[in-house]
């Protein structure tokens, strides 16, 4: 009985703690949205779900069995690329001028710094169609590599999760 009362009792607490990060996790896309409104609405939520699912991946992650890069936040982004993937963590950081020891630590730091960047590239390609220029603003930040047929797929293949 003691362990069916620790197990459901742990079980609401993940719960309560998923629910917690997801209703922060829109606190904070809300705030990006407001603070960089030329960014379309649900940029960030496309990312966050296509690379994380949502989640809030913590330093503490175990790595990759199959060599693929740690990803941090909600977002996905890469500090390590292992020589191979592009290092896209380091990219926001450069752009947004938000240290990466607080992209990787700060939720809410990680979002608004993607959003500025986002931003950014928004202002850069005006006049571009907004397909056009999103398309072009997701392979920017990708972590996937620029070469290779292979990788060509990939991106391609990340791009339709993106815009579905």
């Known amino acids: 009985m003691k362990k069916i009362l620790l197990f459901t009792s742990c079980l609401f607490g993940f719960t309560a703690l998923a629910q917690t990060s997801q209703a922060n996790f829109e606190s904070y896309c809300q705030q990006t949205y407001a603070a ?5 609405k649900g940029i ?15 330093t503490s992650e ?3 069995c199959s060599g693929l890069p740690k990803s941090h936040g909600f977002l996905g982004l890469i500090a390590d690329g292992k020589g191979y993937f592009k290092e896209n963590l380091k990219l926001v950081s450069q752009i947004s001028g938000v240290p990466v020891s607080q992209i990787k630590q700060d939720p809410a730091a990680e979002i608004s710094a993607f959003g500025k960047v986002v931003d950014v590239y928004m202002k850069e390609l005006k006049g571009t169609s907004l397909p056009n220029s999103l398309q072009e603003i997701f392979n920017r930040l990708s972590y996937l590599s620029d070469s290779g047929r292979v990788n060509a797929f990939a991106r391609d293949a990340e791009l339709y999760e993106l815009f579905k």
Request: net charge negative; glycine share 4%.
């Open 36 to 40: 960089y409104p030329g960014i379309p």
């Open 62 to 64: 175990l790595e990759s």
């Open 44 to 58: 960030l939520e496309a990312v966050s779900f296509t690379q994380t699912r949502m989640s809030y991946l913590t």
